[in-house]
Nanobody, 125 residues
């Protein structure tokens, strides 16, 4: 199973970007997919994830109201719409997925089994 992330780039403060994560198969249709990020010198942190079966989501407080996750069943793809970007959003963003179905409260700390390559997001001030 492979996860292919794309959509990163350079954007100014207040701008928008949309990341995509395409899974090579529909293994995660009963599980969960989401995004983490890692800024230089910092640990990787949870951003957001969506439980595929019912669309339940869990957002990090730092991105609530600015980021939106969505899914496309036909394409086995998850999208991350990032609006009102801030310099502190600068990081490498990683797509993650798991075929198991965590309860919503566990989504942020779940041991995701599959990871995509990172995509760089840089927000300039």
């Amino acid at each position: 199973v492979q996860l292919q992330a794309s959509g990163g780039g350079l954007v100014q403060v207040g701008g928008s970007l949309r990341l995509s994560c395409a899974a090579s198969e529909n293994t995660f249709r009963r599980g969960v997919m989401g995004w983490f990020r890692q800024a230089p010198g910092k640990e990787r942190e949870f951003v957001v994830a969506i439980r595929w079966t019912d669309g339940s989501t869990n957002y990090a407080d730092s991105v609530k109201g600015r980021f939106t996750i969505s899914r496309d069943n036909a394409k086995n793809t998850v999208y991350l719409q990032m609006d009102s970007l801030k310099p502190e959003d600068t990081a490498v963003y990683y797509c993650a997925a798991d075929s198991r179905r965590p309860i919503t409260s566990a989504i942020a700390t779940w041991p995701y089994a599959y990871w995509g390559q990172g995509t760089q997001v840089t927000v300039s001030s």
